[in-house]
Protein backbone atom coordinates (compact mmCIF):
# COMPACT_ATOMS: atom_id res chain seq x y z
CA UNK A 1 0.00 0.00 0.00
CA UNK A 2 1.25 3.35 -1.30
CA UNK A 3 2.47 6.03 1.86
CA UNK A 4 0.20 8.47 3.27
CA UNK A 5 2.18 11.72 2.89
CA UNK A 6 0.06 14.59 4.39
CA UNK A 7 0.40 18.19 3.89
CA UNK A 8 -0.66 21.38 5.22
CA UNK A 9 -1.98 23.97 2.93
CA UNK A 10 -3.17 27.77 2.98
CA UNK A 11 -6.81 27.67 2.44
CA UNK A 12 -6.64 30.95 1.24
CA UNK A 13 -3.54 30.88 -1.66
CA UNK A 14 -3.18 27.42 -1.55
CA UNK A 15 0.33 27.65 -0.54
CA UNK A 16 1.57 24.03 0.69
CA UNK A 17 3.69 23.47 3.73
CA UNK A 18 5.06 20.48 5.28
CA UNK A 19 4.61 21.47 8.36
CA UNK A 20 1.76 23.81 10.39
CA UNK A 21 1.92 27.54 10.28
CA UNK A 22 0.12 30.08 12.23
CA UNK A 23 1.48 32.87 9.27
CA UNK A 24 1.32 31.38 5.90
CA UNK A 25 4.88 32.48 4.41
CA UNK A 26 3.15 33.37 0.76
CA UNK A 27 0.32 35.20 1.45
CA UNK A 28 0.85 36.12 5.05
CA UNK A 29 -2.68 35.57 6.37
CA UNK A 30 -3.20 33.93 9.59
CA UNK A 31 -5.12 30.65 10.93
CA UNK A 32 -5.33 29.54 7.11
CA UNK A 33 -3.50 26.33 7.36
CA UNK A 34 -5.37 22.87 6.70
CA UNK A 35 -4.46 19.31 6.89
CA UNK A 36 -4.33 17.19 4.08
CA UNK A 37 -4.13 13.97 2.97
CA UNK A 38 -2.04 13.81 -0.52
CA UNK A 39 -0.82 10.91 -2.19
CA UNK A 40 1.05 11.78 -5.49
CA UNK A 41 2.01 8.21 -6.21
CA UNK A 42 -0.93 7.98 -9.11
CA UNK A 43 -2.93 4.82 -8.34
CA UNK A 44 -4.50 3.91 -11.06
CA UNK A 45 -6.95 0.64 -9.64
CA UNK A 46 -10.00 2.65 -10.23
CA UNK A 47 -9.59 4.14 -13.31
CA UNK A 48 -11.25 3.31 -16.40
CA UNK A 49 -9.58 1.38 -19.12
CA UNK A 50 -9.77 4.21 -21.16
CA UNK A 51 -8.94 6.42 -18.64
CA UNK A 52 -5.30 4.46 -18.14
CA UNK A 53 -4.65 4.56 -22.12
CA UNK A 54 -5.22 8.40 -21.82
CA UNK A 55 -3.24 8.88 -19.02
CA UNK A 56 -0.25 6.67 -20.74
CA UNK A 57 -0.63 8.47 -24.19
CA UNK A 58 -1.09 11.97 -22.88
CA UNK A 59 1.51 14.09 -25.08
CA UNK A 60 2.41 17.48 -24.05
CA UNK A 61 2.62 21.12 -26.36
CA UNK A 62 5.34 20.97 -28.87
CA UNK A 63 6.97 24.67 -29.40
CA UNK A 64 5.54 26.59 -32.22
CA UNK A 65 6.61 29.68 -34.53
CA UNK A 66 4.24 32.59 -33.22
CA UNK A 67 2.94 33.39 -36.77
CA UNK A 68 2.04 30.44 -37.12
CA UNK A 69 -0.55 29.55 -34.24
CA UNK A 70 -4.09 30.43 -34.83
CA UNK A 71 -5.78 33.78 -33.34
CA UNK A 72 -8.65 34.11 -31.07
CA UNK A 73 -10.07 36.25 -33.64
CA UNK A 74 -11.72 33.19 -35.33
CA UNK A 75 -11.56 30.56 -32.38
CA UNK A 76 -14.41 32.24 -30.75
CA UNK A 77 -17.81 30.52 -30.13
CA UNK A 78 -20.53 31.96 -29.35
CA UNK A 79 -23.05 30.68 -26.50
CA UNK A 80 -25.81 33.19 -27.49
CA UNK A 81 -28.33 30.67 -29.21
CA UNK A 82 -28.55 33.45 -32.45
CA UNK A 83 -32.25 33.15 -32.80
CA UNK A 84 -32.47 36.92 -31.43
CA UNK A 85 -34.83 35.79 -28.66
CA UNK A 86 -34.85 37.76 -25.50
CA UNK A 87 -33.24 34.83 -23.25
CA UNK A 88 -30.01 33.91 -21.77
CA UNK A 89 -27.39 33.85 -24.25
CA UNK A 90 -26.69 37.09 -26.47
CA UNK A 91 -25.90 39.03 -23.22
CA UNK A 92 -23.27 36.27 -21.55
CA UNK A 93 -21.46 36.73 -24.86
CA UNK A 94 -21.01 40.36 -24.33
CA UNK A 95 -19.64 39.66 -20.62
CA UNK A 96 -17.55 37.14 -22.25
CA UNK A 97 -15.37 39.62 -24.61
CA UNK A 98 -17.58 38.56 -27.96
CA UNK A 99 -17.86 34.90 -26.90
CA UNK A 100 -15.83 32.14 -25.40
CA UNK A 101 -12.62 31.30 -26.77
CA UNK A 102 -11.43 27.75 -27.74
CA UNK A 103 -9.70 25.70 -25.13
CA UNK A 104 -9.95 28.72 -22.50
CA UNK A 105 -11.06 27.91 -19.08
CA UNK A 106 -13.96 30.02 -17.42
CA UNK A 107 -15.04 29.98 -13.75
CA UNK A 108 -18.89 31.03 -12.96
CA UNK A 109 -19.22 31.93 -9.03
CA UNK A 110 -21.73 32.82 -7.56
CA UNK A 111 -23.92 32.07 -3.88
CA UNK A 112 -25.98 29.06 -3.95
CA UNK A 113 -29.27 29.21 -5.30
CA UNK A 114 -28.36 31.94 -7.26
CA UNK A 115 -28.74 30.24 -10.26
CA UNK A 116 -25.13 29.23 -11.31
CA UNK A 117 -26.81 25.96 -12.62
CA UNK A 118 -30.05 27.27 -14.60
CA UNK A 119 -27.66 29.83 -16.61
CA UNK A 120 -24.93 27.31 -17.33
CA UNK A 121 -27.83 24.12 -18.94
CA UNK A 122 -29.38 27.39 -20.65
CA UNK A 123 -26.65 26.77 -22.71
CA UNK A 124 -26.43 24.17 -24.39
CA UNK A 125 -30.26 24.00 -24.42
CA UNK A 126 -30.58 27.13 -26.29
CA UNK A 127 -27.77 25.91 -28.83
CA UNK A 128 -29.13 23.34 -30.63
CA UNK A 129 -25.81 23.53 -32.91
CA UNK A 130 -23.18 23.42 -30.07
CA UNK A 131 -22.39 19.85 -29.08
CA UNK A 132 -22.15 20.16 -24.97
CA UNK A 133 -21.05 17.46 -22.19
CA UNK A 134 -22.87 18.97 -19.32
CA UNK A 135 -21.24 17.30 -16.16
CA UNK A 136 -22.92 17.51 -12.82
CA UNK A 137 -21.41 16.33 -9.32
CA UNK A 138 -24.06 17.35 -7.55
CA UNK A 139 -27.57 16.12 -9.36
CA UNK A 140 -28.27 13.35 -11.02
CA UNK A 141 -29.03 12.99 -14.91
CA UNK A 142 -32.73 12.81 -13.61
CA UNK A 143 -32.93 15.96 -11.65
CA UNK A 144 -31.18 17.58 -14.43
CA UNK A 145 -33.56 16.17 -16.77
CA UNK A 146 -36.16 17.63 -15.31
CA UNK A 147 -34.83 21.34 -14.68
CA UNK A 148 -34.25 20.97 -18.48
CA UNK A 149 -37.53 20.33 -19.46
CA UNK A 150 -38.49 23.52 -16.94
CA UNK A 151 -36.52 25.12 -19.35
CA UNK A 152 -38.37 23.96 -21.98
CA UNK A 153 -36.17 22.10 -24.64
CA UNK A 154 -34.16 19.02 -24.99
CA UNK A 155 -31.92 17.75 -28.13
CA UNK A 156 -29.22 14.86 -28.82
CA UNK A 157 -26.50 17.91 -28.89
CA UNK A 158 -26.34 18.13 -25.73
CA UNK A 159 -24.81 15.35 -23.46
CA UNK A 160 -25.52 15.21 -19.41
CA UNK A 161 -23.26 12.99 -17.20
CA UNK A 162 -23.38 13.00 -13.49
CA UNK A 163 -20.06 11.59 -12.27
CA UNK A 164 -17.55 13.44 -9.62
CA UNK A 165 -14.13 11.30 -10.21
CA UNK A 166 -12.32 13.72 -12.22
CA UNK A 167 -10.28 11.48 -14.67
CA UNK A 168 -13.35 9.43 -15.52
CA UNK A 169 -14.85 12.46 -16.51
CA UNK A 170 -12.02 13.50 -18.78
CA UNK A 171 -12.16 10.02 -20.11
CA UNK A 172 -15.69 10.51 -21.42
CA UNK A 173 -14.82 13.79 -22.62
CA UNK A 174 -11.99 12.62 -25.12
CA UNK A 175 -15.06 10.17 -26.37
CA UNK A 176 -17.57 12.63 -26.75
CA UNK A 177 -15.55 15.30 -27.93
CA UNK A 178 -17.97 17.95 -27.22
CA UNK A 179 -17.33 21.94 -28.16
CA UNK A 180 -18.29 23.01 -24.61
CA UNK A 181 -17.41 21.50 -21.51
CA UNK A 182 -19.48 22.47 -18.48
CA UNK A 183 -18.57 21.34 -14.56
CA UNK A 184 -21.31 22.09 -12.30
CA UNK A 185 -19.36 22.55 -9.69
CA UNK A 186 -15.64 21.82 -9.13
CA UNK A 187 -16.14 22.00 -5.26
CA UNK A 188 -17.96 18.35 -5.98
CA UNK A 189 -15.44 16.48 -8.23
CA UNK A 190 -11.95 14.94 -7.16
CA UNK A 191 -9.08 13.71 -8.54
CA UNK A 192 -8.42 9.35 -7.26
CA UNK A 193 -3.98 10.70 -7.49
CA UNK A 194 -5.46 13.22 -4.34
CA UNK A 195 -6.58 11.14 -0.78
CA UNK A 196 -8.33 14.07 0.87
CA UNK A 197 -12.07 14.50 0.00
CA UNK A 198 -13.86 16.69 -2.65
CA UNK A 199 -13.95 20.45 -2.45
CA UNK A 200 -10.68 20.43 -0.20
CA UNK A 201 -7.81 22.85 -1.45
CA UNK A 202 -5.68 20.06 -3.08
CA UNK A 203 -8.72 18.60 -5.02
CA UNK A 204 -10.00 21.95 -6.20
CA UNK A 205 -6.00 22.99 -7.45
CA UNK A 206 -5.41 19.76 -8.98
CA UNK A 207 -8.87 19.32 -10.83
CA UNK A 208 -8.62 22.63 -11.55
CA UNK A 209 -4.69 22.37 -13.60
CA UNK A 210 -6.11 18.79 -15.04
CA UNK A 211 -9.05 20.17 -16.58
CA UNK A 212 -6.59 23.91 -17.75
CA UNK A 213 -4.88 21.08 -19.13
CA UNK A 214 -7.74 19.37 -21.23
CA UNK A 215 -8.70 22.77 -22.71
CA UNK A 216 -5.17 23.88 -23.59
CA UNK A 217 -4.99 20.35 -25.66
CA UNK A 218 -7.92 20.20 -27.27
CA UNK A 219 -9.16 23.72 -27.68
CA UNK A 220 -12.42 22.92 -26.18
CA UNK A 221 -13.59 26.25 -23.82
CA UNK A 222 -14.54 24.91 -20.42
CA UNK A 223 -17.21 26.14 -18.00
CA UNK A 224 -16.53 25.64 -14.51
CA UNK A 225 -19.25 26.07 -11.94
CA UNK A 226 -17.60 27.32 -8.43
CA UNK A 227 -19.20 27.86 -4.47
CA UNK A 228 -18.70 30.76 -2.75
CA UNK A 229 -17.93 31.29 0.58
CA UNK A 230 -19.48 33.39 3.58
CA UNK A 231 -17.05 36.29 3.08
CA UNK A 232 -18.35 36.12 -1.06
CA UNK A 233 -14.94 34.72 -2.56
CA UNK A 234 -14.97 31.91 -4.49
CA UNK A 235 -14.54 28.75 -2.76
CA UNK A 236 -10.85 27.20 -2.72
CA UNK A 237 -7.52 28.54 -2.74
CA UNK A 238 -7.17 31.87 -4.80
CA UNK A 239 -4.84 29.83 -7.34
CA UNK A 240 -8.22 28.60 -8.80
CA UNK A 241 -8.68 32.33 -9.89
CA UNK A 242 -5.36 32.45 -11.09
CA UNK A 243 -5.48 29.81 -13.43
CA UNK A 244 -9.01 30.39 -15.29
CA UNK A 245 -8.60 32.93 -17.71
CA UNK A 246 -11.74 34.47 -17.19
CA UNK A 247 -13.96 34.93 -14.00
CA UNK A 248 -17.55 35.84 -13.83
CA UNK A 249 -19.60 36.79 -10.37
CA UNK A 250 -23.35 35.93 -10.55
CA UNK A 251 -24.58 37.76 -8.37
CA UNK A 252 -28.16 39.39 -6.66
CA UNK A 253 -30.45 39.10 -3.94
CA UNK A 254 -32.42 35.99 -3.56
CA UNK A 255 -35.22 38.00 -2.56
CA UNK A 256 -35.35 40.15 -5.74
CA UNK A 257 -35.41 38.67 -8.91
CA UNK A 258 -33.01 40.02 -11.10
CA UNK A 259 -29.16 38.92 -11.55
CA UNK A 260 -26.05 40.54 -12.30
CA UNK A 261 -23.33 38.08 -14.10
CA UNK A 262 -20.23 40.70 -13.56
CA UNK A 263 -16.80 40.22 -15.55
CA UNK A 264 -13.95 40.48 -12.26
CA UNK A 265 -11.32 38.62 -14.69
CA UNK A 266 -10.91 38.21 -18.61
CA UNK A 267 -7.69 37.32 -20.31
CA UNK A 268 -9.71 38.23 -23.57
CA UNK A 269 -12.12 41.27 -22.71
CA UNK A 270 -12.75 43.74 -20.87
CA UNK A 271 -13.86 43.64 -17.27
CA UNK A 272 -16.31 46.75 -17.51
CA UNK A 273 -18.94 44.46 -18.87
CA UNK A 274 -22.29 43.10 -16.92
CA UNK A 275 -25.52 41.51 -17.73
CA UNK A 276 -28.67 41.61 -15.88
CA UNK A 277 -31.17 38.69 -15.96
CA UNK A 278 -34.29 37.92 -14.12
CA UNK A 279 -35.13 34.66 -12.92
CA UNK A 280 -38.41 33.38 -14.47
CA UNK A 281 -40.53 30.18 -13.67
CA UNK A 282 -39.15 29.36 -16.89
CA UNK A 283 -35.41 30.05 -16.59
CA UNK A 284 -33.26 33.25 -16.70
CA UNK A 285 -34.19 36.03 -19.14
CA UNK A 286 -32.30 38.93 -20.30
CA UNK A 287 -32.77 41.96 -19.00
CA UNK A 288 -31.87 44.30 -22.07
CA UNK A 289 -32.79 47.65 -20.65
CA UNK A 290 -32.21 47.31 -16.83
CA UNK A 291 -32.72 51.03 -15.98
CA UNK A 292 -36.57 50.29 -16.73
CA UNK A 293 -36.90 47.79 -13.99
CA UNK A 294 -35.21 49.91 -10.88
CA UNK A 295 -36.99 53.17 -11.29
CA UNK A 296 -41.09 52.45 -11.32
CA UNK A 297 -43.10 55.36 -12.65
CA UNK A 298 -44.44 56.87 -9.80
CA UNK A 299 -47.56 58.67 -10.61
CA UNK A 300 -47.90 60.73 -7.16
CA UNK A 301 -45.17 62.95 -6.03
CA UNK A 302 -43.33 61.36 -2.98
CA UNK A 303 -40.54 63.31 -1.23
CA UNK A 304 -37.20 61.52 -0.45
CA UNK A 305 -36.91 59.73 -3.96
CA UNK A 306 -34.45 61.17 -6.49
CA UNK A 307 -33.10 58.97 -9.20
CA UNK A 308 -29.25 58.53 -9.85
CA UNK A 309 -27.64 58.24 -13.40
CA UNK A 310 -24.66 55.73 -12.10
CA UNK A 311 -22.52 53.40 -13.79
CA UNK A 312 -21.64 50.21 -13.30
CA UNK A 313 -18.56 48.92 -15.31
CA UNK A 314 -19.37 50.58 -18.29
CA UNK A 315 -22.91 50.18 -18.28
CA UNK A 316 -25.21 52.99 -17.23
CA UNK A 317 -28.40 52.57 -14.83
CA UNK A 318 -30.83 54.76 -13.48
CA UNK A 319 -31.40 54.02 -9.79
CA UNK A 320 -33.86 55.03 -7.45
CA UNK A 321 -32.49 56.37 -3.91
CA UNK A 322 -34.74 56.79 -1.24
CA UNK A 323 -34.20 58.74 1.90
CA UNK A 324 -36.04 59.16 5.27
CA UNK A 325 -35.24 62.02 7.52
CA UNK A 326 -37.24 61.85 10.77
CA UNK A 327 -36.67 63.25 14.48
CA UNK A 328 -34.23 61.52 16.82
CA UNK A 329 -36.05 59.20 19.22
CA UNK A 330 -32.92 58.36 21.52
CA UNK A 331 -30.14 60.38 22.10
CA UNK A 332 -28.05 59.26 19.94
CA UNK A 333 -29.51 59.48 15.97
CA UNK A 334 -29.57 56.42 14.07
CA UNK A 335 -27.91 56.20 10.56
CA UNK A 336 -28.40 52.99 8.12
CA UNK A 337 -28.05 52.80 4.52
CA UNK A 338 -29.24 49.91 2.34
CA UNK A 339 -27.21 49.01 -0.66
CA UNK A 340 -24.85 51.91 0.23
CA UNK A 341 -21.61 51.92 2.42
CA UNK A 342 -22.94 54.17 5.86
CA UNK A 343 -19.52 55.65 6.18
CA UNK A 344 -19.92 57.71 2.88
CA UNK A 345 -23.63 58.61 3.81
CA UNK A 346 -22.39 59.74 7.06
CA UNK A 347 -19.95 62.08 5.21
CA UNK A 348 -22.44 63.51 3.39
CA UNK A 349 -24.83 64.35 6.19
CA UNK A 350 -21.30 66.19 7.67
CA UNK A 351 -21.00 68.34 4.29
CA UNK A 352 -24.61 69.04 4.44
CA UNK A 353 -24.01 70.05 8.14
CA UNK A 354 -20.96 72.38 7.89
CA UNK A 355 -21.14 73.66 4.34
CA UNK A 356 -24.85 74.25 3.79
CA UNK A 357 -25.95 74.29 7.28
CA UNK A 358 -28.48 72.03 7.49
CA UNK A 359 -29.17 70.53 11.55
CA UNK A 360 -29.39 66.94 10.77
CA UNK A 361 -27.55 66.01 13.69
CA UNK A 362 -30.57 65.86 15.28
CA UNK A 363 -32.21 63.34 13.48
CA UNK A 364 -32.49 59.67 12.15
CA UNK A 365 -31.71 58.86 8.74
CA UNK A 366 -32.40 55.95 6.71
CA UNK A 367 -31.11 55.60 3.12
CA UNK A 368 -32.02 52.41 0.67
CA UNK A 369 -31.25 52.09 -2.71
CA UNK A 370 -34.60 50.02 -4.25
CA UNK A 371 -34.80 46.99 -5.63
CA UNK A 372 -31.75 45.78 -3.47
CA UNK A 373 -28.60 47.01 -5.66
CA UNK A 374 -25.75 47.96 -4.29
CA UNK A 375 -23.79 50.81 -5.38
CA UNK A 376 -20.45 52.45 -5.07
CA UNK A 377 -20.33 54.82 -7.98
CA UNK A 378 -19.53 58.17 -6.73
CA UNK A 379 -21.72 59.62 -8.91
CA UNK A 380 -24.76 58.77 -6.54
CA UNK A 381 -23.35 61.07 -4.16
CA UNK A 382 -25.75 64.04 -5.81
CA UNK A 383 -28.97 61.84 -5.89
CA UNK A 384 -28.29 60.95 -1.93
CA UNK A 385 -28.12 64.58 -1.00
CA UNK A 386 -31.13 65.37 -3.01
CA UNK A 387 -33.29 62.52 -1.55
CA UNK A 388 -32.20 63.50 2.02
CA UNK A 389 -32.90 67.32 1.65
CA UNK A 390 -36.31 66.22 -0.27
CA UNK A 391 -37.14 64.23 2.98
CA UNK A 392 -36.14 66.89 5.46
CA UNK A 393 -37.97 69.63 3.87
CA UNK A 394 -40.71 66.76 3.15
CA UNK A 395 -40.84 68.70 -0.79
CA UNK A 396 -40.80 66.22 -3.43
CA UNK A 397 -37.98 66.49 -6.51
CA UNK A 398 -40.77 66.48 -9.89
CA UNK A 399 -40.14 62.83 -11.33
CA UNK A 400 -38.02 63.66 -14.15
CA UNK A 401 -34.92 64.82 -12.79
CA UNK A 402 -32.04 62.24 -12.54
CA UNK A 403 -28.65 63.39 -10.87
CA UNK A 404 -25.08 62.36 -11.27
CA UNK A 405 -22.20 63.75 -9.22
CA UNK A 406 -19.77 63.23 -6.81
CA UNK A 407 -19.75 65.57 -3.74
CA UNK A 408 -16.33 66.78 -2.17
CA UNK A 409 -15.92 67.62 1.39
CA UNK A 410 -16.15 70.80 0.87
CA UNK A 411 -19.51 71.04 -0.60
CA UNK A 412 -18.23 71.26 -4.15
CA UNK A 413 -19.94 69.27 -6.86
CA UNK A 414 -17.38 66.89 -8.61
CA UNK A 415 -17.01 65.63 -11.63
CA UNK A 416 -17.55 62.07 -12.85
CA UNK A 417 -16.36 59.40 -15.32
CA UNK A 418 -18.28 59.27 -18.90
CA UNK A 419 -20.89 61.83 -18.39
CA UNK A 420 -22.17 61.35 -21.48
CA UNK A 421 -23.30 57.81 -21.05
CA UNK A 422 -25.34 58.67 -18.20
CA UNK A 423 -26.83 61.83 -20.16
CA UNK A 424 -27.74 59.43 -23.22
CA UNK A 425 -29.15 56.99 -20.61
CA UNK A 426 -31.61 59.61 -18.91
CA UNK A 427 -32.62 61.10 -22.30
CA UNK A 428 -33.55 57.22 -23.53
CA UNK A 429 -35.78 56.88 -20.46
CA UNK A 430 -37.35 60.08 -21.48
CA UNK A 431 -35.85 62.57 -18.02
CA UNK A 432 -36.22 65.72 -18.28
CA UNK A 433 -33.72 67.62 -16.46
CA UNK A 434 -29.91 65.79 -15.40
CA UNK A 435 -27.86 67.75 -12.79
CA UNK A 436 -24.12 67.39 -13.57
CA UNK A 437 -21.14 69.12 -12.43
CA UNK A 438 -20.24 72.61 -13.77
CA UNK A 439 -16.68 71.20 -14.17
CA UNK A 440 -18.08 68.11 -16.33
CA UNK A 441 -17.95 68.97 -19.68
CA UNK A 442 -20.37 66.38 -21.69
CA UNK A 443 -19.22 66.12 -25.35
CA UNK A 444 -21.77 65.73 -28.04
CA UNK A 445 -25.00 66.84 -29.21
CA UNK A 446 -27.48 67.85 -26.89
CA UNK A 447 -30.22 65.29 -26.66
CA UNK A 448 -33.59 66.14 -27.32
CA UNK A 449 -36.26 66.96 -24.26
CA UNK A 450 -33.27 66.64 -21.63
CA UNK A 451 -32.06 69.87 -20.32
CA UNK A 452 -28.32 69.34 -18.83
CA UNK A 453 -27.69 71.69 -15.74
CA UNK A 454 -24.36 72.20 -14.51
CA UNK A 455 -24.04 72.82 -10.44
CA UNK A 456 -20.87 73.40 -8.84
CA UNK A 457 -21.73 73.13 -4.89
CA UNK A 458 -24.74 72.00 -3.18
CA UNK A 459 -25.82 75.59 -2.20
CA UNK A 460 -26.09 75.85 -5.57
CA UNK A 461 -28.28 72.21 -6.13
CA UNK A 462 -30.84 73.25 -3.16
CA UNK A 463 -31.42 76.25 -4.87
CA UNK A 464 -32.24 74.89 -8.27
CA UNK A 465 -34.77 72.14 -7.15
CA UNK A 466 -36.25 73.55 -3.96
P1 LIG B 1 -29.87 26.99 -9.44
O1 LIG B 1 -29.48 27.20 -10.84
O2 LIG B 1 -30.09 25.59 -8.98
O3 LIG B 1 -28.82 27.70 -8.45
P2 LIG B 1 -27.30 27.33 -8.14
O4 LIG B 1 -26.84 26.30 -9.09
O5 LIG B 1 -26.59 28.65 -8.28
O6 LIG B 1 -27.26 26.87 -6.73
O7 LIG B 1 -31.19 27.86 -9.23
C1 LIG B 1 -31.77 27.90 -7.99
C2 LIG B 1 -33.01 28.72 -7.88
O8 LIG B 1 -33.55 29.21 -9.05
C3 LIG B 1 -34.03 27.83 -7.25
O9 LIG B 1 -34.16 28.22 -5.91
C4 LIG B 1 -35.27 28.04 -8.00
C5 LIG B 1 -34.97 29.08 -9.01
N1 LIG B 1 -35.47 28.76 -10.36
C6 LIG B 1 -36.50 29.48 -10.89
O10 LIG B 1 -37.04 30.39 -10.26
N2 LIG B 1 -36.92 29.20 -12.17
C7 LIG B 1 -36.36 28.20 -12.92
O11 LIG B 1 -36.77 27.99 -14.05
C8 LIG B 1 -35.28 27.46 -12.34
C9 LIG B 1 -34.64 26.34 -13.10
C10 LIG B 1 -34.86 27.76 -11.07
MG1 LIG C 1 -26.26 24.29 -8.74
Request: with cysteine.
Amino acid sequence: MAKIKKAWFCSSCGNESPKWMGKCPACGEWNTMVEEIVSKAPDSSSLTSRAQSFLQGGGGAKPQPLPQIESGRESRILVGGGNGTCREGNELDRVLGGGMVKGSLVLIGGEPGIGKSTLSLQIPLMNEGLRTLYVSGEESARQIKMRAERLGGAHDNCLVLSETLLENILTEARTAAPQLLIIDSIQTIYSHNIESSAGSVSQVRECAAALLRYAKETGTPVILIGHITKDGTIAGPKVLEHIVDVVLQFEGDSRHAYRILRSIKNRFGSTAELAVYQMCSDGLREILNPSEMFIPMHGENLSGIAVAAMLDGSRPFLIEVQALVSSAAYGTPQRSATGFDVRRMNMLLAVLEKRVGFRLSQKDVFLNIAGGLKVADPACDMAIVAAILSSNFDESIPAGYAFAGEIGLSGEIRPVSQIEKRIAEAAKLGMEKIFISAFNKPQGKPHKGLQVMPVSTVADLVKNIF
